[in-house]
């Protein structure tokens, strides 16, 4: 059994509380840690939006997403009706200024206890809503925010975001969340590499030939057109998603794992990252565009039939980028980021390809000998898998062949692997920023993607098209095999 850490009373405050991520995603996490005996005595969570539910017709809502968005396994009758006595709705317009708060502070009758307040609405709605809050004396010693990805759709706006938020609130009380790095997988990397002596005197230019870094997706853009045309894979995946798995993969050993010094490792090399020149954005990205086709043997439609997308968008639904790190552990060492929607699987994976061995000393009959290989996979079945050369058993000879061993946390530990958002809503309220972005980070990464993003302007770089259900464009193969490298798409 894993281990339950116990938290303080605490009220949850969901700014969007009807919206899907909060149905979806916050509310089914905040259900599951519940019945796992982690929510206090006491504890409330308070959904805000404009709707004119009531309490009773916001927990009748909850009630339909947890059965909805969970297995039915996980659905236990009476827990979930105890869960929902905690839940509560406030109708409130949290941007207008003659807007009455009496009922959420009617609710919020102890500024002792922890307070979140969780902002899944639009980025542009972060500031103002925490100059309200403010305004409205809802702030405590106490108080955390939680600002949801995308922080901005460039550096400007990324700025500007921190800058109205950092106004009310200090550093140490803003959690910039990406759920891929509550991943119980992404995670296990770092005790993969500084809990164990057998790879980290390998992670480096000395032993590593390449990293492959790809989050594929089956899905479209789902009901997000009017999102994702304005953003694409670029700013929606790679800037955030992508870039910090980057940077847990090619830190440096914190000092100890705590917030500070592991968020100081991830700047490090995110200020090490080589920028991509306009002149060099043809040849180390790519950008492609999902035409109509089949996922899982069901017909889909292209990215520009998608209802709420403009019909001559050039926007991209799949994004390549050969990164590079200028440092003396990873120079020479490519880095292939590689995102997608509408893929043949969804898969998200971390590719650590070794060197090959320099001289074998069998001969060319036992076969070709094939370079290790740690793949480190966050979804769908998280684990770890190391590929190695063995001898085939049998009489005969010395036939080599390249033979896996695969750890699967489901299997080795046999318990249901919570989700990404369980861990970090609850470490909101433990106080602990390790797996959150500090602002340095949010801006660094755009500094590095916002001259790919002109460059791709500049040259009027053209979203290749690839079919739904496929690997992606033929570009991006090109891309890799240009420098004698192959994608792994064992999973794909």
């Not at 309490?55 to 009476?78: M, V, W």
């Given at each position: 059994m894993a281990e339950i850490i116990p938290v303080d009373p605490f009220d949850y405050i969901v700014f969007g509380g009807t919206g899907d991520l909060a149905r979806r995603k916050l509310l089914p996490a905040l259900?599951?840690?519940?019945?796992?005996?982690?929510?206090?005595?006491?504890?409330?969570?308070?959904?805000?939006?404009?709707?004119?539910?009531?309490?009773?017709?916001?927990?009748?809502?909850?009630?339909?997403?947890?059965?909805?968005?969970?297995?039915?396994?996980?659905?236990?009758?009476?827990?979930?009706?105890?869960?929902?006595?905690?839940?509560?709705?406030?109708?409130?317009?949290?941007?207008?200024?003659d807007a009455d708060w009496s009922e959420l502070r009617a609710l919020l009758n102890d500024d002792t206890r922890v307070r979140v307040f969780y902002m899944a609405t639009a980025p542009r709605l972060y500031g103002p809503v925490a100059q309200n809050l403010d305004a409205q004396g809802l702030i405590t010693p106490a108080t955390r925010i939680v600002l949801e990805k995308p922080i901005g759709t460039d550096l400007a706006?990324?700025?500007?975001?921190?800058?109205?938020?950092?106004?009310?609130?200090?550093e140490q009380a803003i959690y910039r969340i990406d759920h891929y790095l509550g991943k119980e997988t992404v995670q296990n990397l770092m005790a993969l590499?500084?809990?164990n002596a057998l790879f980290e005197p390998l992670w480096s230019n000395a032993a590593v030939d390449h990293i492959q870094i790809t989050v594929a997706e089956t899905?479209?853009?789902?009901?997000?057109?009017?999102y994702y045309d304005h953003s694409g894979a670029l700013r929606d995946m790679v800037q955030n998603h992508l870039v910090q798995l980057l940077c847990l993969t090619a830190m440096e050993p914190p000092s100890t794992f705590d917030a500070g010094c592991v968020r100081d490792e991830k700047l490090k090399v995110l200020r090490a990252l080589r920028p991509i020149t306009r002149a060099e954005v043809e040849r180390k990205t790519v950008r492609g565009q999902y035409r109509k086709g089949a996922v899982n043997?069901?017909?889909?439609?292209?990215?520009l039939d998608e209802e709420g997308v403009a019909p001559s968008s050039t926007t991209e639904s799949f994004c390549v980028i050969k990164a590079e790190i200028d440092n003396w552990r990873w120079a020479g060492v490519p880095f292939y980021l590689r995102t997608g929607k509408r893929m043949a699987l969804r898969a998200s994976e971390i590719v650590v390809s070794f060197k090959e061995v320099k001289h074998s000393i069998f001969t060319?009959?036992?076969?070709?000998?094939?370079?290790?290989?740690?793949?480190?996979?966050?979804?769908p079945d998280e684990g770890i898998s190391l590929d190695l050369m063995t001898k085939e058993p049998g009489p005969g000879g010395m036939r080599l062949k390249p033979a896996e061993l695969n750890l699967s946390f489901a299997d080795a530990f046999n318990v249901r692997n919570p989700e990404a958002y369980e861990r970090l809503l609850m470490d909101v309220v433990r106080g602990n920023q390790t797996l959150f972005m500090h602002r340095k980070e949010v801006e660094?990464?755009?500094?590095?993607?916002e001259p790919i993003l002109d460059g791709w302007r500049d040259t009027k770089q053209e979203a290749h098209g690839y079919m739904a259900g496929g690997?992606?464009?033929?570009?991006?193969?090109?891309?890799?095999?240009?420098d004698g490298r192959t994608w792994d798409d064992e999973l794909l």
């Open positions: 259900y599951h840690r519940f019945v796992d005996g982690q929510i206090p005595d006491g504890a409330q969570i308070i959904g805000v939006s404009r709707s004119p539910l009531d309490h009773d017709g916001y927990r009748q809502s909850i009630n339909d997403a947890c059965r909805t968005f969970l297995p039915a396994e996980d659905i236990d009758e009476k827990a979930l009706a105890d869960f929902l006595t905690i839940v509560h709705h406030i109708s409130l317009d949290a941007l207008d200024d706006s990324a700025r500007a975001i921190n800058d109205a938020v950092g106004a009310v609130f200090d590499r500084f809990a899905v479209g853009v789902e009901g997000r057109a009017s043997e069901q017909a889909v439609l292209g990215y060319d009959d036992a076969g070709k000998l094939h370079a290790n290989k740690l793949v480190i996979r966050l979804q660094a990464a755009w500094q590095w993607v690997l992606g464009p033929a570009a991006s193969i090109a891309l890799i095999e240009r």
